[in-house]
Every structure is written in structure tokens, then in C-alpha cells.
């Protein structure tokens, strides 16, 4: 009858101590082989994986309020993403193609176009460096409109109705 309380292990056949200590040496040796060749490796692949950031934007209302918004930021031209999509929702719906045919700067030749509704002469005035000259290139029109509002308005973000 086993004993209560006591538990019996398996014995492991043990290694000649002099075999123990060559693989231990020899697997520390191998290691300090390796790992000077694995850090330089990585190292040196390192920098060039960090270096190239390229930001893509979505061909949408969401991405072309992005990208202006960073075109702005570069030229020092002030607007938040909600003051230039409210701003877009009431002047085209977010149709980068719309067009203003019959309000009095249409009557005058001049209609307004794109996201923002901005005429030609505005557009071409306050027309931002590396952007499109199209008026009806979101990108363009956005950062156009929003350089316009800043220099009368103090910002996209101050406009709540027609500009």
C-alpha cells in the first residue's frame, strides 16, 4: 500500500557533468557569434524603413479635407476639418463638381464652382503654391477657399453662411 502524501518522481538519467558544461559553453560561444551579425544587420536596415513616410489620403470628402487641411498647415493658413466640412455640406453638398449658375456672380460671368463655391477671380487670387489650378480640384478649392477666408474672416471657421 503507496503511503499517503508522498509522490514519486520519474528519474531523468543525469548528464556527465563535463558534457553539461561543453554545451553551455559551446551554445554561449555560438550565441556571441550571432547576435553582433543579427544587430548589424538590423541596424543598418533599420534607417532606411524609418526614413520614407508617405501619408495617402482616400479619394473622398474625408480625404480631400485631409490633405488640404495638411497643405494648410504648411503654409500657415488657419481651419479646422468640422469649419471646412460644415462649410463644404452648405456650399456643394460635397460635390466637387458643383456649379453656381444663377446667383448674381453667375449673372456677372463669374459663376461659382467646387466644394468651397469659389469664383475665378478669388480662386486665382488666393490660389495656394503645389496645389491644382483647377477651381473644381477639391485639394485646390479647399486650400484656395480657406486662404481666402482667413485673409477676410480670420479663418474657414469664423464663415457660417454665403462669403
Known sequence: ???RGRHHHARTPRRPLALTRTLAITGTAAAAL?????????ASAAPAASSSTTTYY????????????DIMAQN?????????????IRESSGNPYAI?????????G?????????IDPTFAAYHV???????Y????????ACNYAAARYGSIDNVYGAY
Do not use: C, H
Not at 500657415?76 to 463644404?88: E, F
Not at 453656381?100 to 456677372?108: F, G, I, M, Q, T
Not at 480640384?137 to 484656395?144: E, F, G, K, L
Open 1 to 3: 500500500m503507496p503511503v
Open 34 to 42: 550571432v547576435i553582433p551579425f543579427l544587430t548589424a544587420t538590423t
Open 58 to 69: 482616400a479619394n473622398n470628402l474625408d480625404g480631400w479635407i485631409r490633405e488640404s487641411l
Open 76 to 88: 500657415g493658413i488657419p481651419g479646422t476639418y468640422d469649419g471646412i466640412y460644415r462649410n463644404i
Open 100 to 108: 453656381n449658375n444663377w446667383d448674381s456672380n453667375a449673372a456677372a
Open 110 to 118: 463669374t459663376p461659382s464652382k467646387g466644394l468651397l463655391q469659389v
Open 129 to 135: 503654391t503645389g496645389t491644382s489650378y483647377d477651381p
Open 137 to 144: 480640384d477639391p485639394i485646390a478649392n479647399i486650400t484656395a
